[in-house]
């Protein structure tokens, strides 16, 4: 079952909206050749702004078919928006090619995608190059070499609303519909485990990211909650199996994370100190693996990654004290530590998750960095 959350908007600064609006014009303009050159001239502000980002990288399509001489990428769309939305599709079909959760309907929905939209082959390799892994098998898919192995679509069982024991909830803020229907491609295809039920929470355009949890976490009568962020996908099939038998295993667990720091450094940067966890990470023009392997099955951390958080108690998130978008996974680690559980990391042999993060937008980092060290830092034993 989907339910929606209503929470506050964000609105896109004047600058970004500026920038935008300039784009769509020399689109309109026809003069593809001023679009990269304008970008950059603006770079701090395009830096601001993933999608700003994402159009920069996509200038390099327009340059190797230019050079080329096949027909430009620009040419196909009618403003940055469709040029944006065009890539976007087609990276998560080339996405789900990789994790094998692509049907038969998908890949004939795929043919019929590059052949409607005019996909070059620049454009199909370029954007390969920039958003999948293992290159080589998602060639050899589209090429008909090897054959993908698709698990079933998953029914959601009902058990009723009074099996909160047997629910698990995920919930997703959300401010990007795309990217919100994509999670839950792969949410929808994981196995359930017999006798529980999911359930998923969205949260639209929530005012932060505390305020949003908190509201979906007080919605929802589930005894595990899996918070996530909209451009984390899911390719462990066995990913729920998985998080009950960690926490049946211990009861003071509270918190399992697929990316931790066993001990934050003083500054509260935890990218600064040693980090447990494997993750496939997809930024603007590269998709990398981190690994970082645990020693033992499960690794105790102070602080885990706010991509994926699982939790087994309900534990109000601060609000009060974080309301942005940074530090919130940081500090409900510590809220967990605080009350006496276990915030974890499991060993994995092969990431569980795919994070399309593209970059991280800091503009109020070190302002929640200090609220952070104030509050949980400076009392630390």
Not at 193 to 210: N, W
Not at 238 to 265: A, E, T, W
Not at 316 to 329: M, V
Not at 359 to 381: A, G, P, S, W
């Amino acid at each position: 079952m989907k339910k929606e959350v209503i929470a506050r908007a964000r609105e896109q600064t004047t600058d970004i909206r500026m920038i935008w609006e300039m784009a769509d014009s020399l689109l309109a303009e026809k003069k593809y050749d001023n679009i990269k050159e304008f970008l950059l001239s603006n770079k701090e502000i395009v830096q601001q702004d993933n999608d700003l980002s994402v159009l920069c990288y996509l200038c390099t399509i327009y340059e190797k078919e230019k050079a080329a001489g096949v027909p430009v990428i620009f040419t196909k769309v009618s403003d940055a928006y469709a040029l944006l939305e065009r890539y976007t599709r087609l990276k998560f079909y080339l996405r789900r090619i990789e994790f094998d959760v692509i049907d038969q309907e998908d890949m004939d929905n795929l043919c019929a995608f590059l052949v409607e939209k005019q996909i070059s082959n620049y454009e199909l390799l370029t954007v390969i190059d920039f958003c999948v892994f293992h290159k080589q098998r998602v060639l050899q898919v589209i090429k008909g070499e090897i054959k993908t192995e698709t698990p079933e679509l998953e029914s959601i069982p009902d058990l009723g609303d009074q099996n909160c024991e047997n629910t698990i909830c995920f919930i997703i803020c959300s401010n990007n519909k795309l990217y919100e229907e994509e999670c839950l491609f792969y949410i929808h295809r994981l196995t359930i485990p017999s006798g529980y039920q999911i359930e998923i929470l969205t949260v639209e355009d929530a005012a932060s990211m505390t305020a949003g949890y908190n509201e979906a976490m007080r919605h929802s009568r589930a005894k595990y909650k899996v918070y996530l962020h909209q451009d984390t996908f899911l390719i462990n099939h066995h990913f729920l199996q998985d998080i009950l038998d960690i926490f049946h295993s211990d009861r003071k667990i509270g918190m399992i994370g697929v990316i931790g720091s066993p001990k934050v450094p003083e500054n509260g940067v935890m990218w600064d100190s040693v980090r447990y966890g494997m993750i496939y990470e997809q930024h603007i023009y590269e998709t990398v693996k981190l690994s970082n392997q645990c020693s033992k099955p499960l690794e105790e951390v102070e602080a885990v990654d706010g991509l994926l958080m699982v939790t087994q108690y309900d534990i109000p998130w601060r609000e009060d004290l974080f309301d942005q978008w940074d530090y919130y996974d940081c500090s409900q680690s510590m809220e967990f530590i605080r009350r006496g559980y276990k915030v974890v990391v499991p060993g994995m042999e092969e990431p569980w998750c795919v994070h399309d993060c593209g970059f991280l937008n800091l503009n109020n980092f070190e302002k929640e960095r200090k609220k952070y060290v104030q509050e949980y830092m400076e009392i630390r034993d």
